[in-house]
């Protein structure tokens, strides 16, 4: 024999030997899991509740299947888990997964830490915070959605790109968590009777739960933080200097309610002093406007500019709020550490100085609205 | 041969004697005396019996019997191609080539006349590489024929053609063509060492002249081009390409190829380079469509779920339940009878084709989805794949891409993705290390030719009015752009028509 033919052979018997160590996943003979939940159920106790692909509907439509297994950790349960099922648990399609408040106010690092050990678990995949028990959410039969797992996946999905939730992922979290001048926020899911929604966003102090931000608030945060802008927000105002624009009152009113199309926006945030702790925050917003509560007058001289200011005026406001929302909890959203951070040379930030000195910090906030269509012409 | 002749009275019966000894089993043989002294005689079928009797037997029976010779004959019949022969061993050869022996009485030399007219089938349309639009002629099996269409196209002294014999019985006569100004030595030079070293008796085809002109014998790929086409085998002339005929083949041998070439039709030329680029790039996916397609499914539902966007994975939950057998299993099925599909419906008869259609339309399609035997999407797969590798313009490459995705669809089932890249992998390195007469097999990709390559794909007009921007010097790039340009106008009607 020569060289060639033993070189040969024995690449034919490493091909038939070796395979067999290879372990495969057969799709239909595995079960697979598309979200999870975890939820607090007495002391070190933990109850994880998984939403599988079902047994297949004749009809064709999507179905699941919602199991409930405890355990002490959140590995413990999923090998539990097996017990129940006909296939092996892979969690490679897992897109969402849930914990509960409780939890989170405990500090859930030990079960993220667990999912990006995993390789089989995407980077990408949703994390959310829920105020009830997620086994509620999970395993109610909702008459209108047929796998509630992946209907959460994309109400997350495209709230981030179009709403006011800032992005979510495992990797969004985890990056948050290691660094020195920014918290994590996740988004709080809540079923209510037959829907499920996306209600607050939840603030953290490193992996605990310390508050919750409303929607209103929210959006100025997602504007300071996401490339993906909401596309929509609503202003409430004074009627104050406007209210001479308004023609045909029917009835007397104080304040002017407008919905905005946001058109674009920039934002920018420097350190004016660091021994103060101040910063500028700016953001530039080219806007439409979509509604208006009042019968505003566009065709008058001055009319729009005048609506321009008031805005300017009230979201500026509105987004000061927000931040002091976030200085009274403690919880850096916005990442103002890390500006801090890059622009002061040596300041060896860690995450702990930073949040003594978060709650010092001031700021300037300045809202430039434009206003580039009414919607009406004038 | 005067003191033999004495014995017989008449020269036919003589002639008989002599030749059945030198052609012992020839039944076609025939002597035919025209009187006592003058005798005719060649292969029945091989010679062209029309000037056979209208100008040689119509002649000879009008000479006189008492006075004719050998001169006399030469100068009253009508033939070009005449020469004397005494030695009757070369006579009998020059009879197997379709000559016609003219002897006469008492004279050593006879005539040896080429009348030869060898059965061919009339010049027709190329049946195997059909064009929607261009030129349809197709080359046949005569070698003369084929050159002169070969002139006709180009008429320039620089159109070399060089015969050479192959095989010790079947004596093939092959033609080294190519144009002197344009070729690469090098690539005459290699065509012609090989032809040197084959030792064989004989070749049936130009498909068996490729297989022996390659280096590598274990290759599954076509190392150089076939075509019937003259439109293709004129332009690859004027690229300075070589180009081989054969008698008795009506695929000429084009070389060197690179793995594109077999990916593009001539009909692309004649086409816009937009709508031409596009139908470049369609086969290009067929190729990785055909390819990629099934591996990529027995991997995925293998071992890679992961992969599977959410809304196909229900489908493919739905449908794989039903089935019996593992991914690897169920392809391999469905893909060999697919195969068993297409070699049938080859060798039937036209006329049964279509029951072929019927068997593999609802048994196949229909019934092994109800049956569950296979899931309705790798149906589709199956059939998405056949269809990438019906679009090769070649044949013979056809046939090697659907050979080479049962590896891939075997290691996918065994490794997954990584079996696939492994297959992919020996393939490529393989690929890399053929070369067409001396030339990388992966041309304009290996060595990198970036000019090349996009002339190649993207069908430039300059691609149009120049054939030489494809290099000759195997990796050294000559542009002869305007020396051609004139020649090219002059000489091929195919790029002249696709420019109106």
Redesign the interface.
Known sequence: MNKLQIKSISVVIM?VLL?GC?H?????R?S?S?AVGYDKIGEGKIQTSSVL?G??SKE?K?SSQVITVEGETSKGARLNLNQKLGYKV?S??I?FIAYEGELARDGILSIVDTLSRDP?Y?DMMYLAVTEKPIRDILAYKYPNISNVG?YL?RLIAHNIEDSWVPSCTLHDFRNDFYSAGKEAVLPIVERTNNEVNVTALALFQKDVMVGKIEPEQAVYIKLLLDREQPESLEVKMQKDGMAKYVKNVHHPFETIKTALGNLGSKSSIKLISKDELQFDIHIRMNVELQEISEDYDFTEKGAVQQLETELSKQMSIDLLNALNQLKRLKSDAVGFGEVYRSSVRNSRLTKDRWQDMFPKAKFNTKVTVNLIRTGTIE | MTTANMAFSDIASYLKLELNQLLPNCSDLVVHGINSSVAVCYVSGLVDTKVLSSSILSVLTMLDEDEVNTELIRQTITICEIEREGNLDQVALKLLQGHVYIAVLDEYEGLLCNIANFPTRAISASENETVIFGPVLGFNESLSSNIAILRSYIKDPDLVTEPHMLGTKMETRIQLTYMSEYVDQQYVDYVKSKLKQIKTDGLLGNALLVQKLQNHPYTIFPLMTLTERPDRTVQALMEGKVVIFMEGDSHVIIGPSSFIDFFLSVEDRYMSWGTGLFIRMLRFIGLMMSVFLTPVYVA???????M?P?AL??????T??K?PF??LIETLLLEITMELLREAGVRLPTKVCQTIGIVGGIVIGQAAVQAGFTSNILIMLVALAALGSFTTPNYLMGTSIRLIRYPMIF?AG???ILGIVFVAMVIFIHLLRQTSLGRPYLFPIFPFRGKDLTVDMLLTPRAHYSYRVTPTKSGLKSNETENNQQSDTASSNSSSSNET
């Open positions: 091909l395979s290879f495969s996943n057969v799709l239909e595995t697979i598309v692909y047994a297949t064709g999507e892979v490679g399609q897109r089989s995407g992946n996946t | 995925a539902l293998t071992f890679h779920y992961q599977i959410p994975i229900v489908s493919l939950i739905e794989r339940t089935v593992p991914p290691m065994l490794w997954g």
